[in-house]
């Protein structure tokens, strides 16, 4: 049932610390997503300095989506949208052929206050890749939700459990929030062949097995998963149809070395456009490290 268990790896960005999930070694891929971070959680006390922030940086060829469980951030892109995100709420942006953005914490520097959330990349199809820029905003309240038996969900995007998120992506796909009760059971079918669930908070028991916040497990195809939450749990469940693979070089995603290249070339030389409500700072293409002197 379960084919491959992932730790989070926590890496500290400057000032805020992220636990990396995809991409792994043994698996760089589940449907569609090839990113996954858990922001935080983090708590922060008003005037924390603005090293947080994530200055401008590019994408292209995926879809960003930013989930909050606590706290709030700003969106501001090359599109010319400038967008706060609270908890529940969606932000998608689409870099297609090329974007840039920000995310900035100014609510959170003022007043201070817990941060945490999941950002995730969705890459595109071969033949959108290469589609025009944009970003969509939605509210909690257009998105599925469901609640019996001590589990409460919400459809984040895609389609599952026979309803559809009103949210516009590229492939088949469903990402999923989950909050379980202790006790409760729920059960994931097995209409997708790549699946996997992301325990955020507590632990859950899995064929037998219990799992814990940070891990992720990766399913095999065929099966309906039951889980059972050992303590009241939040679930993150995942997954689509296997678009092909994707190669990955800093923020950039593409089905083609070239297209990377291409892409490094163009923000190094300043070709893209920064957010025209951000455009005073950049973060340059990290250059590779220098060979190691062998004599040092």
Do not use: C
């Amino acid at each position: 049932m379960i084919d491959l268990v992932i730790d989070q790896r926590r890496k500290d960005l400057g000032g805020f610390e992220v636990g990396r999930v995809l991409p792994y070694a043994k698996r760089r891929m589940i449907g569609p997503f090839i990113f996954f971070d858990r922001m935080g959680p983090a708590d922060f006390q008003a005037g924390f300095g603005k090293e947080v922030d994530v200055r401008p940086h590019p994408h292209i060829g995926l879809s960003t989506l930013s989930y909050l469980f606590d706290g709030a951030m700003t969106h501001r892109d090359s599109v010319g949208v400038t967008q706060p995100i609270l908890p529940g709420e969606v932000n998608w942006m689409t870099a297609g052929r090329g974007i840039t953005h920000s995310e900035r914490f100014e609510t959170l520097r003022e007043h201070g206050g817990r941060m945490d959330g999941i950002q995730t990349w969705i890459a595109l199809p071969v033949e959108d890749e290469e589609i025009a820029p944009s970003f969509n905003h939605y509210a909690p309240d257009v998105l599925p939700t469901y609640e019996e038996g001590g589990l409460w969900a919400r459809l984040i995007a895609g389609e599952a459990f026979g309803a559809k998120s009103p949210v516009k992506t590229h492939s088949p796909m469903f990402y999923v929030h989950w909050h379980l009760n202790a006790g409760a059971q729920a059960d994931l079918p097995a209409e997708y062949p790549e699946r996997a669930a992301y325990v955020a908070k507590g632990v859950v028991e899995v064929d037998g097995h219990q799992y814990h916040e940070g891990q992720m497990m990766v399913f095999l195809p065929g099966q309906a998963v039951l889980f059972t939450a050992i303590t009241d749990a939040v679930v993150m469940l995942l997954g689509g149809e296997p678009i092909g693979p994707r190669l990955i070089d800093w923020n950039f995603v593409a089905s083609t070395k070239e297209r990377l290249e291409q892409a490094k070339a163009d923000w190094r030389a300043g070709r893209m456009k920064l957010p025209d409500a951000d455009d005073q700072e950049f973060i340059p293409l990290p250059e590779p490290s220098p060979p190691a002197n062998p004599m040092s």
